[in-house]
T-cell receptor, first 112, second 111 residues
Framework: SQQGEEDPQALSIQEGENATMNCSYK?????LQWYRQNSGRGLVHLIL?????REKHSGRLRVTLDTSKKSSSLLITASRAADTASYFC????????????FGKGTLLTVNP | DAGVIQSPRHEVTEMGQEVTLRCKPI?????LFWYRQTMMRGLELLIY????????DSGMPEDRFSAKMPNASFSTLKIQPSEPRDSAVYFC?????????FGNGTRLTVT
């Protein structure tokens, strides 16, 4: 079953603009992770935020987590054409320490 | 660090044939996962190993699917007999807690 659901399904922006993707989930979580997938490749881990954290930064990435709303957002600032990829959120449910459940992803296209 | 290595990258086979997918996890990782990705269902967890022991195989679709991890550096996912609905990209991932490291997948086409 899908735990995380990303929104929007697809996003197209110009290079230099910011991109925001959202993720909603249903049950309590231990942590939430964001991954990127380039076409024809495996997923690459971007950032992990624990359930007791509210915000985390990594380079041009900013992730927020609102456990009261069961939602997270991924912000990519000053986007580049190389950021074009699918982005997935994944949650580890509260009763598990390993079971990552992925959403269906947001396809981000950054136009040069 | 070579990352997670999967083979083959592409597999085309006829319905009814046996298919074996292979995975070499990152050295030192104690968890290994097999996922399947399709447009319809997205990423589905098939099976999870911890310290070479299968912990959760509830995602394995049916008895035609089997997975083994004979040692810490090798795992296989076997489909016998294969069916057209098994066509998908199969990913292996490993971890040592926290983030998963994925291989580049095996694209399986069953005709």
């Amino acid at each position: 079953s899908q735990q995380g659901e990303e929104d929007p399904q697809a996003l197209s922006i110009q290079e230099g603009e910011n991109a925001t993707m959202n993720c909603s989930y249903k049950t309590s979580i231990n942590n939430l992770q964001w991954y990127r997938q380039n076409s024809g490749r495996g997923l690459v881990h971007l950032i992990l935020i624990r359930s007791n954290e509210r915000e985390k930064h990594s380079g041009r990435l900013r992730v927020t987590l609102d456990t009261s709303k069961k939602s997270s957002s991924l912000l990519i600032t000053a986007s580049r054409a190389a950021d074009t990829a699918s982005y997935f959120c994944a949650t580890v449910e509260g009763g598990s320490n390993y079971k990552l459940t992925f959403g269906k992803g947001t396809l981000l296209t950054v136009n040069p | 660090d070579a990352g997670v290595i999967q083979s083959p990258r592409h597999e085309v086979t006829e319905m009814g044939q046996e298919v074996t997918l292979r995975c070499k996890p990152i050295s030192g990782h104690n968890s290994l996962f097999w996922y399947r990705q399709t447009m319809m269902r997205g990423l589905e967890l098939l099976i999870y190993f911890n310290n070479n022991v299968p912990i959760d195989d509830s995602g394995m679709p049916e008895d035609r699917f089997s997975a083994k991890m004979p040692n810490a550096s090798f795992s296989t996912l076997k489909i016998q007999p294969s069916e057209p609905r098994d066509s998908a990209v199969y990913f292996c991932a490993s971890s040592f807690g926290g983030a998963l490291h994925f291989g580049n997948g095996t694209r399986l086409t069953v005709t």
